[in-house]
């Protein structure tokens, strides 16, 4: 079956720190990856998103690389601002589009 | 242009009680979406819809219904009530076109609290 799984949090870093995020995936044929992110009291807003084998996602200076080799799709970020403060979803879809498997988030907190 | 907005935002019910969250997209999306986020865990599919008059159930469809009667409109029923279905739910749209891979993002909207008590 389809499933992902990210590392657990919450994570909290100082302003400027490097960011890493671990997502691995479990799923059967070639499905699209994705990170979204939900700020407080919102719903959530994609991030990045890659559809295939060693391509690489990126956004706000955010980046994931889709490597199928390790099944992985880790979320990285060179340097975090106190805005970045959110929570992290990693999520694939299977190869029909129709369904949506997610993470269970990683809460990001930036301190100053 | 809206989205995808859901109401009421907040709503507490007691067991037995129904109710339907509602939920409206105005991007002319194909596919919609219902999902719950349950505390420290991630969002889990209740039902989707690929078109008007087309619904399929999800990973954790049992206690829920739904119809989809416009493309714009995906209502989501509770028929009765209990504890469990205590949750956040959020409702999300895409237009999905069937291709070898799916590329499509899906748009949410802000979500309904929902307490049963």
């Known amino acids: 079956g389809n499933s992902v799984t990210q590392m657990e949090g919450p994570v909290t870093l100082s302003e400027e720190a490097f960011l890493t995020i671990n997502c691995t995936y479990t799923?059967?044929?070639?499905?699209?990856l994705f990170w979204y992110v939900q700020y407080p009291g919102e719903g959530l807003q994609l991030l990045l998103k890659a559809t295939k084998a060693d391509d690489k996602g990126s956004n706000k200076g955010f980046e994931a690389t889709y490597r199928k080799e390790t099944t992985s799709f880790h979320l990285e970020k060179g340097s975090v601002q106190v805005s970045d403060s959110a929570v992290y979803f990693c999520?694939?879809?299977?190869?029909?589009?129709?369904?949506?498997?997610f993470g269970t988030g990683t809460s990001l907190t930036v301190i100053p | 242009n809206a989205g995808v907005t859901q109401t009421p935002k907040f709503r507490i019910l007691k067991i037995g009680q129904s109710m339907t969250l509602q939920c409206t997209q105005d991007?002319?999306?194909?596919?919609m979406y219902w999902y719950r986020q349950d505390p420290g865990m991630g969002l889990k599919l209740i039902y989707y819809?690929?078109?008007?008059?087309?619904?399929d159930k999800g990973e954790v469809p049992n206690g829920y219904n739904v119809s989809r009667s416009t493309t714009e409109d995906f209502p989501l029923r509770l028929e009765l009530a209990a504890p469990s279905q205590t949750s956040v739910y959020f409702c999300?749209?895409?237009?999905?076109?069937?291709?070898?891979?799916?590329?499509?993002?899906?748009?949410f909207g802000p979500g309904t609290r929902l307490t049963v008590l």
């Open positions: 999300a749209s895409s237009y999905t076109t069937r291709t070898a891979t799916s590329t499509d993002t899906q748009y």
């Open positions: 799923a059967t044929g070639y499905p699209s």
């Open positions: 991007m002319n999306h194909n596919y």
């Open positions: 999520a694939l879809s299977d190869p029909t589009g129709n369904q949506f498997y």
């Open positions: 819809s690929v078109g008007a008059g087309i619904t």
